[in-house]
């Protein structure tokens, strides 16, 4: 029986194309190494340290230079911005330094299985 054409696809040939593809042997993935997570650990790290450089930046800037205005509705959205910028800016530095922290576990976890998978 013919399905009428409305110009998607169905979910079932979707699954079909998947399925096939991933168990082609012609299209090889590559392997992620300890090598690849070491240098995203770095990578992850040196922005760390550059978030929180720029977050002690801030803090001190936003520290020197307090808002003064006369409406206290401008002094709360003023003092609500400030507080945003200063969050955003320690979140990325937690966010970076975790993720550096957790591929270098994982750097470490694959020198381990590593030597596991020689000496076997």
Same mark, same amino acid.
């Given at each position: 029986?013919?399905?009428?054409?409305?110009?998607?696809?169905n979910?079932?040939?979707?699954?079909?194309?998947?399925?096939?593809?991933?168990?082609?042997?012609?299209?090889?993935?590559?392997?992620?190494?300890? =090598? @690849? &997570? +070491?240098?995203?650990?770095?990578?992850?790290?040196?922005?760390s340290? $550059?978030? %929180?450089?720029?977050?002690?930046?801030?803090?001190?800037?936003?520290?020197?230079?307090?808002?003064?205005?006369?409406?206290?509705?401008?002094q709360?959205?003023?003092?609500?911005?400030?507080?945003?910028?200063?969050? =955003? @800016? &320690? +979140?990325?530095?937690?966010?970076?330094?975790?993720?550096?922290?957790? $591929?270098? %576990?994982?750097?470490?976890?694959?020198?381990?299985?590593?030597?596991?998978?020689?000496?076997?």
């Amino acid at each position: 029986m013919n399905s009428p054409s409305n110009g998607f696809k169905n979910e079932s040939d979707e699954l079909a194309n998947q399925s096939s593809s991933s168990l082609d042997p012609n299209s090889p993935e590559p392997q992620k190494g300890p =090598i @690849s &997570f +070491l240098s995203g650990s770095i990578t992850s790290l040196s922005f760390s340290m $550059l978030s %929180l450089f720029i977050s002690k930046k801030i803090v001190l800037y936003f520290s020197i230079h307090t808002p003064n205005y006369s409406s206290p509705i401008a002094q709360s959205i003023a003092s609500g911005f400030k507080t945003l910028i200063i969050g =955003i @800016s &320690f +979140l990325a530095t937690f966010t970076f330094g975790f993720i550096g922290l957790g $591929l270098f %576990l994982v750097f470490i976890r694959s020198l381990i299985e590593g030597n596991k998978d020689k000496t076997d």
